[in-house]
């Protein structure tokens, strides 16, 4: 049995910044994957970031430079820093552990509004 355990999201003004975690529980492989989707109201739940256990990491076009992925092994959490947000970035982020199957978080909702 995988838990994941989503914090951090909430409600930020244009330009703020949010900073997302997302801890893993239950049977861990040593070798996987997390990462951070994101579904906006009437859209498809799109991938943000991802990042392996070796640290190497994906980024969607619309969030590079912007947005940091980071995790920590010891503690099978990832982490993701969320710098200039803009109204666009307003959506539910789930968080996902990749070990042969896909694990979902439930979903933290991050809204950026004046």
């Known amino acids: 049995q995988v838990q994941l355990m989503e914090s951090g999201g909430g409600l930020v003004q244009p330009g703020g910044s949010l900073n997302l975690s997302c801890a893993a529980s239950?049977?861990?492989?040593?070798?996987?994957?997390m990462g951070w989707y994101r579904q906006a109201p009437g859209k498809q739940r799109e991938l943000v970031a991802a990042i392996t256990n070796g640290g190497m990491t994906n980024y969607a076009d619309s969030v590079k430079g912007r947005f940091t992925i980071s995790r920590d092994n010891t503690k099978n959490t990832v982490f993701l820093q969320m710098n200039s947000l803009q109204p666009e970035d307003t959506a539910v982020y789930y968080c996902?552990?990749?070990?042969?199957?896909?694990?979902w978080g439930q979903g933290t909702q991050v809204t950026v509004s004046s």
């Open positions: 239950g049977s861990i492989f040593s070798t996987n994957a």
């Open positions: 996902l552990l990749l070990q042969g199957h896909y694990y």
